[in-house]
């Protein structure tokens, strides 16, 4: 398939392999854990497929090569690119302020400089692997002037844009000295995807307030004719493919095992995320802290599993952030615990699937509460794993899952009192209530799962263009 033209495109910061050295010294490729490319893999097989992406190290430059039936296409960027585009602007700028600014976002302009070189890179690349009339697909905050871009080389293709992270409000957004030109950017798709329909809206509102286009409901008018359409589509996980694993012996074995290791306690409580301030990691650690030195909880009845993985370590606020959690769960485990007996389990690691499987097997129950959070598949991915319909999951309204979950004890983060009334009810709650919850949980992510979210959009993408392409300004 290398060198032909790929009739169906996706574009994102990461491609969707790891490198692996083997001990000879050769270099092997494996899929990346994660939904996206298992979702994609066969649209992409079978329309002949290409992904565009960073490979994740500085200064190097890699031809594209085939992994598992897809074209991967591997972008370079320098070390300075890596500071400046990928740990600065969108990790120092977009994602705190897209995140609540629960981190204070810092701009610069030579961040910003770095972020338009790069995203144009990326248009570049795409716009000479797209064969004539080809859909395209881009994901994500790292690369939201790619639409435009694109659409500037390449009128003929058809072009989608999906954010998986939240979108702001207007009032944090317009702090952006550069608010403009990322709307401008965005528009260039002829559907623009987020996870909650509020996104979608704030979008629009922000298109007609900064940029002056007429839009009614979820549809942006250009003054060329072309419309734009803005919608969600939650995003989510291969449900069957999760629950599967976790029936496997040896995932059931593990779990077992893990139980025991924690000293068979009453109460398994467990959280996985990556080590990031959005997560509400600190609030969390610190409402079962208060609740076994209360005594509202034994601290031989009940252990706390959390696994941080490590992220974006070169970032000062995650950087600062690792400090934190460090001295917090030391401070907790030292003042309740007692020989043998350590409250919280800090796992400062990743894992693979299978153990990720075990532990969600190994939990009763699940701790999920991010300060801001876009969607949130660590909790799908529990809910996935429970075909016993035992487990309880302790989710934040903030997590865009939550407008999914509906029968999870449902927490304000921030609300360290509301969060230890959570852990309670939920370590209380007998099998009846527990099974009622998981059962509706489950329907909903068995029957709204990956490939139910990549078809809708890429359903929509097609009829967007048929449809609405040619639609002319609205009069009035
Ligand atoms: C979030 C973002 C993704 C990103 C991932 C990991 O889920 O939405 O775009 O790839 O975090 O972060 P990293 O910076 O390591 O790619």
Redesign the pocket.
Same mark, same amino acid.
């Given at each position: 398939m290398a060198g032909s033209l790929a009739e169906f495109v996706v574009i994102a &910061? !990461?491609l969707p392999v790891d490198r692996f050295i083997e001990p000879g010294g050769g270099t092997t490729w494996r899929t990346s854990p994660g939904g996206l490319v298992t979702a994609l893999e066969p649209v992409m097989r079978r329309k002949g497929g290409a992904w565009i992406g960073w490979h994740g190290a500085p200064d190097e430059k890699l031809k594209p090569f085939d992994h598992d039936g897809v074209r991967l296409v591997p972008v370079p960027l320098s070390g300075q690119e890596v500071r400046e585009y990928y740990e600065g602007f969108s &990790?120092g700028t977009l994602w705190p302020l897209y995140h609540d600014v629960i981190a204070p976002p810092e701009f610069h302009r030579e961040w910003w400089d770095s972020y338009v070189t790069v995203n144009r890179r990326f248009a570049e690349k795409a716009a000479r692997v797209a064969r004539r009339n080809a859909t395209v697909w881009v *994901?994500?905050? *790292?690369l939201q002037l790619v639409p435009a871009m694109l659409r500037d080389l390449r009128p003929d293709l058809r072009i989608g844009f999906f954010l998986?992270?939240p979108f702001p409000p207007r009032e944090l957004f317009s702090q952006l000295p550069w608010r403009r030109q990322i709307l401008e950017g965005l528009m260039g798709a002829d559907l623009v995807g987020f996870q909650l329909p509020g996104a979608a809206q704030n979008f629009v509102r922000l298109v007609r307030e900064r940029v002056g286009h007429k839009t009614h409901r979820d549809t942006v008018y250009l003054p060329d004719g072309r419309t734009v359409l803005a919608r969600s589509y939650p995003i989510s996980i291969d449900a069957a493919g999760f629950e599967e694993l976790a029936r496997t012996d040896a995932v059931e074995a593990r779990a077992k095992e893990i139980r025991q290791s924690l000293g068979d306690p009453k109460h398994v409580l467990l959280g996985i995320d !990556?080590l990031d301030y959005t997560k509400g990691l600190r609030q969390r650690l610190r409402a079962f802290g208060e609740l076994i030195t209360e005594g509202s909880v034994d601290v031989d009845d009940a252990v706390f599993v959390q696994v941080a993985t490590p992220? !974006?370590e070169r970032v000062d606020q995650y950087r600062l952030l690792r400090d934190d959690i460090d001295r917090l769960v030391g401070r907790i485990n030292g003042d309740v615990g007692r020989i043998g007996q350590q409250p919280i389990t800090y796992l400062h690691a990743s894992y693979p699937r299978e153990e990720m499987a075990a532990l969600y097997r190994a939990a009763d129950v699940m701790v999920v509460t991010p300060l801001r959070d876009?969607m949130n598949l660590v909790a799908k991915e529990y809910v996935a794993c429970r075909y016993d319909d035992c487990g309880s999951l302790v989710l934040s309204e903030f997590a865009g899952a939550a407008a999914e979950l509906r029968s999870a004890y449902r927490v304000n983060p921030y609300d360290i009192n509301g969060v230890k009334t959570a852990l309670l009810d939920a370590m209380r709650a007998d099998d009846r209530e527990t099974a009622r919850r998981m059962k509706a949980m489950r329907k909903h992510v068995l029957e709204h799962d990956i490939d139910h979210w990549a078809s809708a959009f890429i359903d929509e993408l097609t009829a967007s263009r048929e449809k609405h392409g040619k639609r002319t300004r609205p009069v009035g």
């Amino acid at each position: 398939m290398a060198g032909s033209l790929a009739e169906f495109v996706v574009i994102a &910061n !990461r491609l969707p392999v790891d490198r692996f050295i083997e001990p000879g010294g050769g270099t092997t490729w494996r899929t990346s854990p994660g939904g996206l490319v298992t979702a994609l893999e066969p649209v992409m097989r079978r329309k002949g497929g290409a992904w565009i992406g960073w490979h994740g190290a500085p200064d190097e430059k890699l031809k594209p090569f085939d992994h598992d039936g897809v074209r991967l296409v591997p972008v370079p960027l320098s070390g300075q690119e890596v500071r400046e585009y990928y740990e600065g602007f969108s &990790n120092g700028t977009l994602w705190p302020l897209y995140h609540d600014v629960i981190a204070p976002p810092e701009f610069h302009r030579e961040w910003w400089d770095s972020y338009v070189t790069v995203n144009r890179r990326f248009a570049e690349k795409a716009a000479r692997v797209a064969r004539r009339n080809a859909t395209v697909w881009v *994901q994500d905050y *790292q690369l939201q002037l790619v639409p435009a871009m694109l659409r500037d080389l390449r009128p003929d293709l058809r072009i989608g844009f999906f954010l998986h992270i939240p979108f702001p409000p207007r009032e944090l957004f317009s702090q952006l000295p550069w608010r403009r030109q990322i709307l401008e950017g965005l528009m260039g798709a002829d559907l623009v995807g987020f996870q909650l329909p509020g996104a979608a809206q704030n979008f629009v509102r922000l298109v007609r307030e900064r940029v002056g286009h007429k839009t009614h409901r979820d549809t942006v008018y250009l003054p060329d004719g072309r419309t734009v359409l803005a919608r969600s589509y939650p995003i989510s996980i291969d449900a069957a493919g999760f629950e599967e694993l976790a029936r496997t012996d040896a995932v059931e074995a593990r779990a077992k095992e893990i139980r025991q290791s924690l000293g068979d306690p009453k109460h398994v409580l467990l959280g996985i995320d !990556r080590l990031d301030y959005t997560k509400g990691l600190r609030q969390r650690l610190r409402a079962f802290g208060e609740l076994i030195t209360e005594g509202s909880v034994d601290v031989d009845d009940a252990v706390f599993v959390q696994v941080a993985t490590p992220s !974006r370590e070169r970032v000062d606020q995650y950087r600062l952030l690792r400090d934190d959690i460090d001295r917090l769960v030391g401070r907790i485990n030292g003042d309740v615990g007692r020989i043998g007996q350590q409250p919280i389990t800090y796992l400062h690691a990743s894992y693979p699937r299978e153990e990720m499987a075990a532990l969600y097997r190994a939990a009763d129950v699940m701790v999920v509460t991010p300060l801001r959070d876009g969607m949130n598949l660590v909790a799908k991915e529990y809910v996935a794993c429970r075909y016993d319909d035992c487990g309880s999951l302790v989710l934040s309204e903030f997590a865009g899952a939550a407008a999914e979950l509906r029968s999870a004890y449902r927490v304000n983060p921030y609300d360290i009192n509301g969060v230890k009334t959570a852990l309670l009810d939920a370590m209380r709650a007998d099998d009846r209530e527990t099974a009622r919850r998981m059962k509706a949980m489950r329907k909903h992510v068995l029957e709204h799962d990956i490939d139910h979210w990549a078809s809708a959009f890429i359903d929509e993408l097609t009829a967007s263009r048929e449809k609405h392409g040619k639609r002319t300004r609205p009069v009035g």
